[in-house]
């Protein structure tokens, strides 16, 4: 079997979001001596020259654009066993950054078709071409349409990570870019009296995913639908919520050199990488004094409104609390003003930096995602392996992957609310702030549960697997259906 993975953002190349995870480590886990999966995405001038240095040109070709062409540069360089492809071009991806440039829209439907025609020049159609977000959306509709005979048998699944971004423009985006007449542009489009490149996405693609089984069916509400929650619930039948791993081989303090101490299984070097986190951070230390940790972009979607209501309730419960995190404004300002407020006891790092997000998972001992929306969540998965108790809001993968802890029967690895109130939450952190500076033998139970968690790609895998497997069966079945 065959897959390409088709995306805008890959580790260790450049990354914004969880995405970017998703397709460094999902490939790996899905690459065996059966199944040959390959990675593809843009050339971005980001991406690290020494990554680039060692990248091989394999080709290159001109892009059809209505009336005019656009020159692509195939490169390759395998990674961690996995072949990689970055298609090159100046004009729309030498460029500071990824994405928030007005003609995005332009940029991906090039990067789409670019996918598509680059195929016979590397030798390789997939069986399935998995396409995530947006940015890669138009692939299904392009292959059902423009590109069927020359990749008959080739099968397409979408991956839903935030279906908030929709790659939402112009209806003439698609005349001027792919040179589609006016009545290509029907229903698999049209949006509020726009097009809508998720949506085709949706229509055309063989399968669909979302990054957990409850964001799946979450996506049928107005709530969290962003306004396709119709569109989501007519496709249901070919819909699958798989949840998002991660990869222990990088995200496991055993081998994280960035700690100040490594450890598996540990609370007493917990212990002491917060001892240590907080004198990096000039906190005041205290044994019994919790550290909760929040590793964040600062965004509304991020429960964030939340902790600007009880922030003050929070720090009464005498804790200690860090901030790594960059957002908007508005969100910077507070936490810089909780800082000021709390002298030694919080530190509000307005930055993003990997090395200390990796001090904060194993210095604190509980990580805070309030979240109004989550389609998976990589934090709290990655707090458990660090042995970091999360405190979450039931949405999503959250609610997939977090569960009460009952201390009469040592069950759960976390503790979590339902409604997105701001008081809810404070009485989850009560909870965790007693039972930890009252019940330190519970506290320790609960911190073992967390470290027995695993959610790394392997189970997450085999299920992309059974999804590729039924879309190239379901194809086989259609064409003895067309041959009788």
């Known amino acids: 079997m065959?897959?390409?993975?088709?995306?805008?953002?890959?580790?260790?190349?450049?990354?914004?979001?969880?995405?970017?995870d998703v397709a460094g480590s999902l490939p790996k886990a899905l690459k065996d001596k059966n199944t040959d999966v390959r990675v593809v995405m843009p050339l971005y001038s980001d991406i690290l020259e020494k990554y680039r240095k060692k990248m091989k040109k394999v080709h290159e070709f001109d892009v059809g654009l209505n009336w005019r062409t656009q020159k692509c540069e195939i490169f390759s360089l395998e990674n961690d066993g996995i072949v990689h492809y970055f298609l090159g071009n100046?004009?729309?991806?030498?460029?500071?950054?990824?994405?928030?440039?007005?003609?995005?829209?332009?940029?991906?439907?090039?990067?789409?078709?670019?996918?598509?025609?680059?195929l016979p020049y590397i030798d390789y159609i997939p069986d399935v071409m998995h396409c995530n977000d947006w940015h890669t959306?138009?692939?299904?509709?392009?292959?059902?349409t423009h590109y069927?005979?020359?990749?008959?048998?080739?099968?397409?699944?979408?991956t839903i990570h935030n279906i908030k971004y929709q790659g939402i423009y112009g209806r003439e985006i698609l005349y001027e870019i792919l040179n589609l007449k006016p009545e290509e542009i029907n229903l698999d489009f049209e949006f509020n009296e726009a097009i809508n490149i998720m949506k085709s996405g949706i229509y055309n693609a063989d399968w669909i995913t979302t990054v957990s089984p409850s964001y799946a069916k979450e996506l049928e509400y107005e709530y969290f639908g962003e306004g396709l929650e119709g569109i989501i619930s007519v496709n249901r039948h070919k819909m699958t919520g798989i949840i998002n791993g991660i990869d222990y081989d990088v995200q496991n303090p055993a081998k994280d050199k960035n700690l100040y101490a490594n450890y598996t299984r540990s609370y007493n070097k917990k212990l002491e990488n917060k001892e240590k986190l907080l004198e990096e951070l000039g906190l005041d230390y205290d044994e019994n004094r919790p550290v909760i940790g929040m590793i964040t972009?600062?965004?509304?979607l991020k429960?964030?409104?939340?902790?600007?209501?009880?922030?003050?309730?929070?720090?009464?419960?005498?804790?200690?609390?860090v901030l790594l995190g960059t957002g908007d404004a508005m969100y910077e300002d507070y936490f810089r003003y909780l800082e000021s407020q709390y002298p030694g006891k919080v530190s509000a790092r307005i930055m993003f930096d990997s090395k200390a997000a990796s001090r904060i998972y194993a210095g604190s001992d509980i990580m805070l995602m309030p979240s109004r929306v989550e389609p998976c969540g990589l934090n709290q998965?990655?707090?458990?392996?660090?042995?970091?108790?999360?405190?979450?809001?039931?949405?999503?993968g959250l609610g997939d992957t977090i569960f009460e802890y009952d201390e009469v029967a040592n069950t759960g690895n976390g503790f979590k609310f339902n409604d997105y109130n701001a008081h809810e939450m404070l009485f989850e952190i009560e909870k965790a702030v007693d039972l930890y500076k009252?019940?330190?033998?519970?506290?320790?139970?609960?911190?073992?549960?967390?470290?027995?968690c695993k959610y790394d790609w392997k189970a997450s895998a085999k299920k992309y697997k059974e999804v590729y497997k039924n879309t190239m069966i379901r194809q086989e079945d259609e064409n003895i259906l067309q041959l009788t």
């Open 148 to 158: 069927r005979p020359h990749y008959t048998d080739m099968r397409t699944v979408l």
């Open 137 to 144: 959306a138009i692939i299904p509709y392009l292959t059902n």
């Open 303 to 321: 429960g964030i409104d939340l902790v600007m209501a009880v922030g003050k309730e929070i720090m009464e419960r005498d804790v200690n609390l």
């Open 90 to 118: 100046d004009y729309y991806f030498n460029r500071s950054g990824i994405y928030g440039y007005f003609d995005d829209g332009e940029r991906f439907l090039f990067y789409s078709k670019a996918v598509l025609e680059m």
């Open 438 to 452: 009252n019940d330190s033998d519970s506290w320790k139970k609960l911190v073992a549960n967390t470290f027995k």
């Open 297 to 300: 972009r600062l965004d509304e």
């Open 381 to 396: 998965i990655i707090a458990l392996k660090y042995g970091t108790v999360p405190i979450v809001r039931n949405t999503g």
């Open 2 to 20: 065959k897959i390409l993975f088709a995306t805008s953002e890959c580790v260790p190349f450049i990354k914004t979001g969880g995405l970017a």
